[in-house]
């Protein structure tokens, strides 16, 4: 089972701050086949990235993924006040598929 | 636009049964794979069940596997999660996925007597 640590748990910033989410799998993930999404108390996660790099349809280009093999990157560039949220990443090359256990994004 | 609509959830007894399903709009959803993620109260994301576009191939994580079956009607856009001996640990919201085109809102599956 391929473990995903993200770090740090909770990060602390300010409107128009950039931040930067780490994810990094305990082994290597086959085709880059990692998402980052989005999720806000009481919804559902949002799409943000699939594929390490790839921003899902409506996603705006202030949130970037990067990164291969173990060590994988979410950037937001410019944080708006709707940013505030619990991010997660997730692998889905190799079953059983997992997800890490998410970094809180506070103001 | 893409909506994945979960349904089916309520409140049953330990080793009672449910079916949720899951209606997706605003995508062909014949040519994508579909997951079901629960969600524990106040905690993280927990993959349950994953099924090829074809429903070809099935996956389903360990703490459920035997319990809960995975199926799709691709002629009615719709995903299936069919539980058995259901469990207090199963408690969750659970949300359909796919990882290319979104989640749904979810539905509440509560276990108590």
């Known amino acids: 089972e391929i473990v995903l640590t993200q770090s740090p748990g909770t990060l602390s910033l300010s409107p128009g701050e950039r931040a930067t989410l780490s994810c990094r799998a305990s082994?290597?993930?086959?085709?880059?086949?990692l998402a980052w999404c989005q999720q806000k108390p009481g919804q559902g996660p949002r799409l943000l990235i699939y594929?390490?790099?790839t921003r899902a349809t409506g996603i705006p280009d202030r949130f970037s993924g990067s990164g291969s093999g173990t060590d994988f990157t979410l950037t937001i560039s410019r944080l708006e006040p709707e940013d505030f949220a619990v991010y997660y990443c997730?692998?889905?090359?190799?079953?059983?598929?997992?997800f890490g256990q998410g970094t809180k994004l506070e103001i | 636009q893409v909506q994945l609509v979960e349904s089916g959830g309520g409140v049953v007894q330990p080793g009672g049964s449910l079916r949720l399903s899951c209606a997706a709009s605003g995508f062909t959803f014949g040519t994508v794979g579909m997951h079901w993620v629960r969600q524990a109260p106040g905690k993280g994301l927990e993959w349950v069940s994953y099924i090829r576009k074809d429903g070809s191939t099935i996956y389903y994580a360990d703490s459920v596997k035997g319990r809960f079956t995975i199926s799709r009607d691709n002629s009615k856009n719709t995903v299936y999660l069919q539980m058995n001996s259901l469990r207090a640990e199963d408690t969750a919201v659970y949300f359909c996925?796919?990882?290319?085109?979104?989640w749904g809102q979810g539905t509440l599956v509560t276990v108590s007597s």
């Open positions: 997730h692998q889905y090359a190799n079953s059983p598929f997992t």
């Open positions: 594929d390490a790099s």
């Open positions: 082994q290597s993930v086959s085709s880059n086949y």
């Open positions: 996925a796919s990882i290319t085109r979104g």
